[in-house]
């Protein structure tokens, strides 16, 4: 009973492009917030981007920012990440995640995470 259709693996060479997606119900969609996590190996979980579903406010981690961009489709209960100029530095498992704007509040919700590896 999984609550997101998540884009799958995803792998490209530094300096590349990918998309990752994130689908889900109507009512999860209208949390009012969703977007992504990562982490990679040995690493803490890190703030990568989040989106508004019902309003237009969109905040990024430090790392992506002027690279990734989050968009929606409110018709599809859906979000993506739009990942450019990608670095080895940002493989890691993205995470899709949706709540009511506090993510350590009540009603959080996890996709399985989606691997994305940059390589030469």
């Known amino acids: 009973q999984a609550h997101f259709v998540e884009s799958g693996r995803q792998s490209v060479q530094p300096g590349g492009s990918l998309r990752l997606s994130c689908a889900t119900s109507?009512?999860?969609?209208?949390?009012?917030?969703m977007g992504w996590y990562r982490q990679a190996p040995g690493k803490q979980r890190e703030f990568v981007a989040i989106?508004?579903?019902?309003?237009?406010?969109?905040r990024y981690g430090d790392p992506v920012k002027g690279r990734f961009s989050i968009t929606r489709d409110s018709a599809e209960n859906t979000v993506y990440l739009e990942m450019n100029n990608l670095k080895v530095e940002d493989t890691a498992v993205y995470y899709c995640?949706?709540?009511?704007?506090?993510?350590?509040?009540?009603?959080?919700?996890w996709g399985q995470g989606a691997q994305v590896t940059i390589s030469s």
């Open positions: 995640v949706a709540h009511r704007g506090d993510p350590t509040g009540p009603d959080v919700y």
């Open positions: 109507g009512s999860i969609f209208g949390l009012g917030y």
């Open positions: 989106i508004a579903t019902r309003g237009t406010g969109r």
